[in-house]
């Protein structure tokens, strides 16, 4: 079972180049969540998909687009990249809209904008 | 604007001890409480509490849910070193399904 799959796992940019970060899940989830974890900050929400066709800004959408495909695919874009999102970004799902349910993580994208 | 804190921040113990953690969360609509362990990857789950369920035991973990005061706390009894991580909390509270973390506790477990 692949779960929770988040492409690429690194990836160096220099400021001012784009880049998607692609995410997807074969767990039939309805939700699904970009974070960003900096050190000493825990994860920070950036955008989520409670379903299929709905985006909302999550805690710092600056920065970032996102576009939810499908019911399996989130992806997570930046147009113009800068130094301050170097970070490790993650992918999470969840079927919460039916009943609460636990946020199941990709292993996370490193991304260094130089 | 929901707000999650944890604390202590970090956190060192021997082996055999026993630690407590805790997080505290400040929501407009309170849904359900995560636990989650992060070693060096994606964090791993440990437990949901929900209004219906308060209490939850996994060996030697267990978690509590204190609706009225806003407050999980996490137990680890005899710590191993293998516990050493960072431990998140993170709360569905606002009704619109999104998960805010707290900045976790860092835990280190000395043999």
């Known amino acids: 079972n692949a779960g929770v799959t988040q492409t690429p796992k690194f990836q160096v940019l220099k400021t001012g180049q784009s880049m998607t970060l692609q995410c997807a899940q074969d767990m039939n989830h309805n939700s699904m969540y970009w974070y960003r974890q900096d050190p000493g900050m825990g994860l920070r929400l950036i955008y989520y998909s409670a379903s299929e066709g709905t985006t909302d800004k999550g805690e710092v959408p600056n920065g970032y687009n996102v576009s939810r495909l499908n019911k399996r695919e989130f992806s997570l874009r930046l147009e113009s990249a800068a130094p301050s999102q170097t970070s490790v970004y993650f992918c999470?799902?969840?079927?919460?809209?039916?009943?609460?349910?636990?946020?199941?993580f990709g292993e996370g994208s490193r991304l260094t904008v130089l | 604007e929901d707000k999650v804190v944890q604390s202590p921040l970090s956190l060192v113990v021997h082996e055999g001890d026993t630690v407590t953690l805790n997080c505290s969360y400040e929501?407009?609509?309170?849904?359900?409480l995560l636990w989650y362990k992060q070693e060096k990857k994606a964090p791993t789950f440990l437990f949901m509490l929900?209004?219906?369920?308060i209490e939850k035991k996994s060996g030697r973990l267990s978690s509590i849910l204190d609706k009225k005061e806003l407050f999980s706390i996490l137990n680890i009894t005899a710590t191993q070193t293998g516990d050493s991580a960072v431990y998140l909390c993170?709360?569905?509270?606002?009704?619109?399904?999104?998960?805010?973390f707290g900045t976790g506790t860092r835990l280190k477990v000395l043999a």
């Open positions: 993170a709360v569905d509270g606002s009704g619109t399904y999104k998960y805010i």
């Open positions: 929900t209004s219906s369920g």
């Open positions: 999470a799902s969840s079927e919460v809209v039916v009943r609460a349910g636990e946020l199941f």
């Open positions: 929501v407009t609509n309170f849904r359900s």
